[in-house]
């Protein structure tokens, strides 16, 4: 496969005026799962020296921000998103001077800095929740949580009928310091992460301190975990059916997108704008429909909201324009970018969800057709960064990395995995620490082995072997991203002109620019659109027309 880079033609975007608001409106921002990026002490274990190390590498391809998953003091029953102190930094991954030096090393290499914030649990570890377990009923830390009594006679039975996003009940009964059973508190995820409760004030001034504390640290931003849940409902109401995982998505539920959410946000976004440098906030917020999505990112309240519609969406060409379109027509009331995104740390790789049929959903247990994953993988990586808006990606997926879809059950971490009726518990396989060389005991990710297991083939799927290959991922995504960097008609924007397409593909204009997508599995003849910039598979002019190969993105200048 070749790619190939033409010098990008001249003129203005049209469509684009938001490249001056903030850089965030057209940012390319890389995700780091800390454990599994770069191991700096040899302990099998990412950590932050070894994120500071690879900095150069996220520099040189091109990247504008450095969103990193948690690093904070935790006992990791869900992988550092049960935080026990949110002013401290976990010793797996290092100390607050690595984290200050990694957060000024990025910014002299004028890269930013995101960092996760998690504020609708913290871990049952956190001093607070300690406390109130250890003082009992009528303790005012447990206001602080969501305690509840139970219901039937001896209150044997949970507060509601809430169900756990990881499985089982979402409450978990306590043990009273007399050691006779007390009352239940509500966890959405495992029960090692209680749910806060946001109508305490103590809560609400905490999350504030901690704001302020990362940003006088001199971070650029957070992205906030399940940033729908902190408000429940006002009695926490039954809701009076089970398999309650298969409505998520669908409609608003008691524990998720409540209203009450956006005046937090509103509070955190003031904080946000007393810092200079433009300080911003994202959204992590499942909600059923991309217009509940904007209001997260109105004007007064968060940057920037994930987009897991399109995240979610098949490789096929009629779905991929109306979730394009609901986008876009869903940010462009509130100002906000519109984001686009392929992988993250809780789903399966975009390689193998596209190696497979559509229709198995975002955590997928086979590892399908790796060729024609890879192909629509490319693809769909220059049509993501072809979009208007901001675009995210996971560490390793420039590298084409296929989900590991067959570790060892031994082997395996995910909390989920272990819990019955949950999520599918297979976020393990796009967590494997990636390969930064062709040889060596963790292919490059440190001197000590990597704590999952890589599979023989990383070596040939490493930096190293694809740094300066014409033909590797590696260097589509740095040619991809330094063209979308200085192309006029790339980046920030509000629309796409959908030009006339042959069933299966799309065919879209921007201010000087062409996008052409065939879905199809069979090449498709089309007019020449102009002079190829770049292009996810080889391809050829034939005089007036260009047989546009299965599987393939192509970029005009025109």
């Not at 998953?69 to 026990?84: H, I, R, T």
């Not at 290499?109 to 406390?131: A, C, M, Y």
């Not at 589509?476 to 959908?498: F, K």
């Amino acid at each position: 496969m070749t790619q190939h880079l033409a010098a990008p033609s001249t003129g203005t975007s049209g469509d684009a005026p938001a490249h001056q608001t903030g850089w965030w409106q057209d940012a390319v921002i890389y995700q780091v799962y800390p454990r599994s990026f770069a191991d700096g002490n040899g302990d099998g274990m990412g950590d932050l020296a070894g994120v500071r190390g690879r900095l150069p590498y996220l520099k040189d391809l091109g990247v504008d921000a450095v969103w990193l998953s948690p690093f904070y003091a935790s006992p990791q029953a869900d992988a550092g998103y049960d935080v026990a102190d949110y002013r401290a930094i976990d010793p797996m991954f290092g100390t607050l001077l690595d984290a200050d030096a990694l957060i000024r090393d990025a910014h002299d290499l004028g890269l930013r800095i995101i960092v996760d914030l998690v504020p609708n649990h913290s871990s049952d570890q956190h001093e607070w929740f300690k406390r109130a377990l250890a003082e009992g009923p009528g303790s005012a830390l447990r206001e602080r949580y969501h305690f509840r009594p139970g219901k039937g006679a001896d209150g044997e039975l949970p507060p509601n009928d809430w169900e756990s996003i990881f499985g089982g009940p979402a409450w978990t009964r306590t043990t009273d310091p007399d050691g006779t059973p007390g009352d239940w508190y509500l966890h959405l995820f495992a029960p090692e992460q209680p749910d806060f409760n946001w109508e305490h004030p103590a809560v609400a001034d905490e999350f504030r301190s901690i704001l302020r504390f990362w940003l006088d640290m001199g971070v650029d931003g957070f992205r906030v975990d399940v940033a729908h849940g902190l408000v429940k409902a006002e009695g926490l109401p039954d809701l009076g059916t089970h398999d309650q995982l298969k409505l998520l998505g669908n409609d608003v539920m008691p524990f998720f997108d409540q209203d009450g959410v956006h005046d937090i946000y509103r509070s955190w976004r003031t904080i946000l704008d007393e810092y200079p440098g433009a300080r911003i906030a994202v959204a992590e917020a499942w909600t059923p429909t991309v217009e509940r999505t904007a209001n997260y990112v109105r004007p007064d309240e968060m940057h920037q909201a994930f987009n897991f519609q399109y995240l979610s969406t098949a490789w096929d060409a009629a779905e991929l324009r109306e979730v394009i379109d609901t986008s876009l027509d869903a940010m462009r009331p509130v100002g906000a970018p519109t984001t686009w995104v392929l992988s993250n740390h809780d789903v399966t790789r975009h390689a193998t969800r596209f190696a497979n049929p559509p229709g198995l959903g975002t955590q997928i247990r086979t590892a399908g057709d790796r060729e024609l994953g890879l192909r629509r993988a490319r693809a769909a990586t220059l049509l993501m960064l072809a979009l208007p808006g901001s675009a995210y990606v996971y560490q390793g997926e420039e590298l084409g990395l296929p989900d590991v879809t067959d570790l060892p059950d031994e082997a395996r971490q995910d909390p989920s995995f272990f819990r019955a009726e949950g999520q599918d518990g297979f976020r393990d396989g796009c967590r494997v620490p990636i390969p930064w060389t062709r040889d060596g005991s963790s292919y490059g990710f440190g001197s000590g082995g990597s704590w999952l297991p890589q599979p023989d083939s990383w070596g040939g799927l490493s930096v190293e072997a694809q740094t300066g290959e014409a033909d590797s991922t590696l260097e589509l995504y740095r040619a991809a991203i330094a063209a979308r960097r200085v192309h006029p008609g790339l980046g920030a924007g509000t629309a796409v002109e959908w030009l006339q397409a042959p069933e299966g593909l799309l065919i879209f204009a921007r201010p000087g620019f062409v996008c052409t997508v065939n879905t199809t599995g069979r090449p498709v003849r089309i007019p020449v659109r102009g002079t190829v910039l770049l292009s996810s598979t080889p391809v050829a002019a034939d005089g007036a027309e260009i047989e546009l190969p299965a599987d393939t993105t192509v970029w005009w200048t025109v």
